[in-house]
């Protein structure tokens, strides 16, 4: 297995500006930030996908967030907004192989979009194909006893 460097994190190994802890997660400050006081919230136990986090380790690594992004607004001046961004897998831009929450302080001109691919808004995807997708999630939910 490759070395994990939030693994290396959490075991003190290397070292990180924490700002929240608790029995599931941890949050630090992102080294290389989008802006001043971009934050990580990475779950204690070594997982690589969002899909494979327990219900508690999701559900707690949202709130935490929603919690650090009330201070960082509070706390940050020029705050203006968060952006909050998960990604999950090297096809959507995830580069740590452990699931990870990034918290990131907004100001107006910061210079930082996400990038739409070229026939974003312009192809439209019919309704009955928009439908079709629907239906079968919705299948599989039903099927596991997922939906309510």
């Known amino acids: 297995m490759m070395s994990c460097v939030f693994c290396g994190i959490l075991r003190n190994e290397l070292s ?12 630090f400050l992102d080294i290389v930030p989008i802006n001043v006081g971009h934050t990580l919230i990475v779950p ?5 996908s969002f899909t494979d986090l327990t219900s508690e380790e999701a559900s707690q690594l949202f ?23 998960l990604a999950d897998g090297v096809s959507a831009g995830q580069e740590v192989p452990h ?13 930082f979009r996400w990038k739409f691919p070229p026939h974003y808004r312009k192809v439209g995807i019919s309704r009955s194909e928009l439908d079709s997708v629907a239906a079968r999630i919705k299948e599989s939910l039903e099927t596991r006893g997922e939906l309510q």
Do not use: M
């Open 16 to 27: 990180a500006s924490r700002i929240f802890e608790s029995p599931l997660l941890v949050a």
């Open 44 to 48: 204690r136990r070594h997982v690589e």
């Open 63 to 85: 709130l935490t967030g929603k919690l650090l992004a009330t201070h960082l607004k509070r706390n940050l001046e020029g705050c203006e907004g968060i952006s909050v961004t």
């Open 99 to 111: 699931a990870h929450l990034h918290i990131i302080p907004r100001r107006a001109n910061d210079g």
